[in-house]
């Protein structure tokens, strides 16, 4: 039996994106999980501070880009002191043909954008069952 090591909760810096934008302020990589299921891929984007009025979700030639910005802004506030750097969000992805592109669904909760991309039905796993000749 293997066990996993031991890892230790460390504190992680917002990737920044380093490209050329028009858009004023700062603009991050949301950090991503992707999970295969039988029927759908799911992708899992954390975009802390924004929420489903401030996220942008484009499927264009085979290219999915999701946009966000934060709702509040800490720094407007009668902070003396922050930590948490905030701005816009920005992460493309390159979709297969097997994604049934009519069925792809989002939602948003607690700064957690879940995109649902169902499979194709000809792309599926099928069990074939075997008869007796």
Do not use: C
């Amino acid at each position: 039996m293997t066990t996993q090591p031991n890892r230790e909760i460390e504190a992680r810096e917002k990737a920044e994106l380093v490209t050329e934008d028009t858009r004023p302020g700062l603009v991050f990589r949301p950090d991503v999980d992707i999970l295969e299921e039988p029927e759908a891929f799911v992708i899992l984007a954390d975009m802390p501070g924004a929420n489903e009025e401030t996220v942008e979700i484009n499927l264009d030639k085979g290219v999915l880009t999701l946009d966000a910005s934060a709702a509040v802004d800490p720094a407007e506030g009668p902070i003396r002191y922050a930590e948490y750097r905030t701005g816009g969000y920005h992460r493309e992805f390159r979709i297969s043909e097997d994604i049934d592109r009519e069925k792809v669904s989002a939602k948003m909760s607690n700064g957690v954008l879940e995109l649902r991309l169902p499979k194709s039905a000809g792309s599926q796993p099928r069990r074939i069952s075997v008869e007796a000749a």
